[in-house]
Structure formats: structure tokens, C-alpha cells
């Protein structure tokens, strides 16, 4: 009998991912231990590998496929002595996909008028009446695979299904080919008696209304829809969460990075033999987690019935990738050396650009650092990544005028702003952590000692 390989749960709280690749075909002999696809989770490509050994006899699921529903059967693996090409178990439904079409009987369907709605004496006669073929069905007689979900969708958007090119099982038309033609423009042309009833009443009102959230645009201006991938509807879920949720409260410092910057050109001197070149970054990322330690009002989590107090700061550290933002922790930063700190950031980030950290590695976290000063950005406010209390937005160091033992002088300068969760961390408190920050940059052998 056929194995069954299942959408696997790549971390604790994935609920579905995408299939972004097969490294497999079918025919392929694989045995324990190959890699077999990769599968796009909200944060990260990870590889999934084969347990056991056989043939693959078939791919129930299409590279590219969205929402693939963990534990979903994904392929089969014909075992020793199995025919690759013998018959296979029906294979599982693709993501959104409902049970198979019913076969087509007089009956109304009911998707028509909608759910839970009960047709009036003139729809029942209406629908007993004989019709031109609805919209979002095909006007000749060949039959359309299509899932009761995609037809009833076709139906309300006006979409011509057997314009539509399935990638269900079999070629049937499932949700995410009707989502992808409406993004398309794949618009069949209106019945004329519903345009007649959908005329404007005046001439204002046949100027078109803005289009509502998750509907397509109905101006006339050149666009691209792009399909939204796991990580940015990720993005998107917890930025709102966090600014819709959390009283942001944000305070901002000035601070003088001479001493900095003298002290790390002196620590890559030193360490370019072993390879390690220390960034401003990797510094600014010892200076909070030792500040949270040294404040540790601010290095907590707030929930609805309790104060979260960490005994360790965790940073977690924004790296743009291609697609979105990541944030690779350093863990327990406080107690680790500014040239650890690098490496472990040098290679988290290159992991994370490659899509390749593991999950254990950008989920948690006590506190955030991001850095745009790179880009020349003097000031901005981050957003809270929850549950976490705060995070420290870092500006550009610029030369600036600036009071040097009480006389005008010039200085290189950065803006940092905390971004506190007011439900957890008081205003004086985040001042106090905010001036222990500036202290350790300004006088950086402190967080080296």
C-alpha cells in the first residue's frame, strides 16, 4: 500500500504553508534522508525530508500551491515490490477546496440567493423557468471541474470558469484559481439585463466608488496585482495587532558615538586576525540587552493578567529580507562578548536572507533593536513586535553641532527612539533605560568590561 507523505508542521504554530517547490518528480527513488521539497512557512523556506525509502507514485499537490493545510497527503510513496502507476487512493482535496461536485440535477442551487435565505414564490419560479447559462458557468455543454466553493465565487464575481486553468487535482478549478483570475482582470462581460438594473439613478452616481478592502480595483488604472505571500499577510497580521492593540509610547535621545566608533576601530584591530570584524550594530545590540539588565522594568512582557519579568535579554534584531522583515535573536546578549555577538549576527542574518533559520531562531525574543541608519534615516518609530515591551529604533550617525565639555563643537550624532508598551513599562521607567543606553554608547567600556 502506498505511503502517504503529509504537509508536515514545521513549528509549533504552523497551521498551513505553501508548497513553494518539489525536488522530486514522479518516477524519482528516494530513500530516508533526501530532501523532497521545500515548503514556505509565515517567516522561512524550509526543507522537508524523506523518512522512507521508495518510489514517488504521485504528487497530490502542485508546487506554488498556498494553504496547504498541515497533515494534508501531499504525495504517495510506492514501497518495495509497489507498481509506481497502480491505482492510488483518491487523493485529498486541494487548500479551499470543498467535497467534489455534485452531479448537475434540476434543483436551484441555492449558492444563487446565498446561505441561510429562503426564495420567495417569484425567485421559485424564476429559477423553474429555463435561462441562458449563468455567469461563472460555461455556455456549452463540456463540463468544468470546479469545486462547489470556486462556482458559487465565479457566480458572485462575474468570472468565466471555463476561462480558468485549475491547479486542483485533475485540473480542477478550486478558490485560489478563482482569487487568481479576479486578481487578473478575468471579468466576463455582464448580462445585459443586469446591467439595465445596475444603471445609475444620476449622473454622479455612475462615477465608480472606491473599491473596499479585498475587492478589485474598478478604475481604469494600470496596475499588477500581486498574490500576498505567508510572510507578508504575516507581517501585515501583527503590525495590526501591535498598533491596534498596544499604547505605544515613544522616547527619544540624542547621543554622541565618537567613543564608539574609536573604541571599535581599535577592537577590529585586534580581532582581524581571528577573522571578526565588529559592526555598530553589533555593539548597539550589547548596549540594550546590558541596559535592559540594568533597568529591568523595561525588559517585560505585558498580559491580560500578568506582568512577564525575563531574568535574560534576548534581542531580537530586524533584517530585511527579500519579500519582508525578519528578526534573528541573539540570545542572551548581555553576557556574551561583542565579537560573539557579530559572528552569531553574521550568520543568522545570512541564514535569514536564504530563508534557512529555524524557527526556535526569530520567534521569541525579550526586546527588538532596528538599525536604518544604513539608508541615511535620522529618525523614526518602530513598531512593537508583541508580546515583546519594546524595541529601540536607530537613526543615522551624522556629524553634528554639538556641546563638547560645555563649548560648541562638532560630533557625530545619533538619534535613538523607544518604542514602550505603555501597559507595561512607565514613562520614567523607559527614560531610565533610555539613559542607561546613551551612557553605554557614549562610554562603551562599560559594556565590554
Known amino acids: 500500500m502506498p505511503i502517504e507523505l503529509k504537509m508536515p508542521a514545521l513549528s509549533p504554530t504552523m497551521e498551513e504553508g505553501t508548497l513553494a517547490k518539489w525536488l522530486?518528480?514522479?518516477?524519482?527513488?528516494?530513500r530516508s534522508g533526501d530532501i523532497l521539497a521545500e515548503i514556505e512557512t509565515d517567516k522561512a523556506t524550509m526543507e522537508f525530508e524523506a523518512v522512507d525509502e521508495g518510489t514517488i507514485a504521485q504528487i497530490l499537490v502542485a508546487e506554488g500551491t498556498?494553504?496547504?493545510?498541515?497533515?494534508?497527503?501531499i504525495a504517495l510513496i510506492a514501497g518495495e515490490g509497489e507498481e509506481a502507476s497502480a491505482p492510488t487512493p483518491a487523493p485529498a482535496p486541494a487548500p479551499n477546496a470543498e467535497a467534489a461536485p455534485a452531479p448537475a440535477t434540476p434543483t436551484p442551487d441555492p449558492a444563487a440567493k446565498g446561505y441561510g435565505v429562503t426564495p420567495t414564490r417569484d425567485e421559485e419560479k424564476a429559477s423553474a423557468a429555463p435561462a441562458s447559462a449563468p455567469i461563472g458557468q460555461p455556455a456549452s455543454g463540456d463540463r468544468v471541474k470546479a469545486?462547489?466553493?470556486?462556482?458559487?465565487?465565479a457566480e458572485a464575481k462575474g468570472i468565466d470558469l471555463s476561462s480558468i486553468q485549475g491547479s486542483g487535482p485533475g485540473g480542477r478549478i478550486v478558490k485560489a484559481d478563482i482569487d487568481s483570475a479576479e486578481g487578473k482582470g478575468g471579468l466576463r462581460q455582464a448580462q445585459p439585463?443586469?446591467?439595465?438594473?445596475?444603471?445609475?439613478?444620476?449622473?454622479?452616481?455612475?462615477?465608480?466608488?472606491?473599491?473596499s478592502p479585498g475587492q478589485p480595483f474598478t478604475i481604469d488604472i494600470p496596475h499588477e496585482a500581486v498574490k500576498l505571500s505567508n510572510m507578508r499577510k504575516t507581517i501585515a497580521r501583527r503590525l495590526t495587532e501591535a498598533k491596534s492593540t498596544i499604547p505605544h509610547i515613544y522616547l527619544t535621545l540624542d547621543i554622541r558615538l565618537d567613543a564608539l566608533l574609536k573604541l571599535r576601530t581599535e577592537l577590529n584591530a585586534a580581532l582581524e586576525s581571528r577573522g571578526v570584524k565588529l559592526s555598530v550594530n553589533d555593539m548597539l545590540i550589547k548596549a540594550l540587552a546590558v541596559s535592559l539588565r540594568q533597568v529591568p522594568e523595561c525588559n517585560v512582557s505585558f498580559t491580560p493578567n500578568e506582568l512577564i519579568k525575563y531574568s535574560r535579554a534576548d534581542i531580537a534584531v530586524a533584517v530585511s529580507i527579500p519579500g519582508g522583515l525578519i528578526t534573528p535573536i541573539v540570545t542572551g546578549a548581555e553576557g556574551k562578548g561583542v565579537a560573539a555577538i557579530a559572528t552569531e549576527m553574521k550568520e543568522l542574518a545570512a541564514r535569514a536572507k536564504d530563508g534557512k533559520l529555524q524557527p526556535h531562531e526569530y520567534q521569541g525574543g525579550t526586546a527588538s533593536l532596528s538599525n536604518m541608519g544604513m539608508f541615511g534615516i535620522k529618525q523614526f518609530e518602530a513598531v512593537i513586535n508583541p508580546p515583546q515591551g519594546m524595541i529601540m529604533a536607530i537613526g543615522a550617525g551624522e556629524k553634528r553641532p554639538y556641546i563638547v565639555d560645555d563649548a560648541l563643537g562638532v560630533a557625530t550624532v545619533m538619534s535613538a527612539t523607544g518604542s514602550f508598551d505603555h501597559r507595561a513599562v512607565d514613562g520614567a521607567d523607559g527614560a531610565r533605560l533610555m539613559q542607561a543606553f546613551k551612557a553605554l554608547v557614549e562610554s562603551p567600556l562599560g559594556m565590554v568590561a
Open 66 to 73: 498556498d494553504g496547504v493545510k498541515v497533515g494534508a497527503v
Open 193 to 211: 439585463e443586469r446591467l439595465e438594473s445596475a444603471a445609475p439613478a444620476s449622473p454622479q452616481a455612475a462615477s465608480p466608488a472606491p473599491s
Open 147 to 153: 469545486s462547489p466553493l470556486a462556482k458559487r465565487l
Open 24 to 30: 522530486v518528480k514522479e518516477g524519482d527513488t528516494v
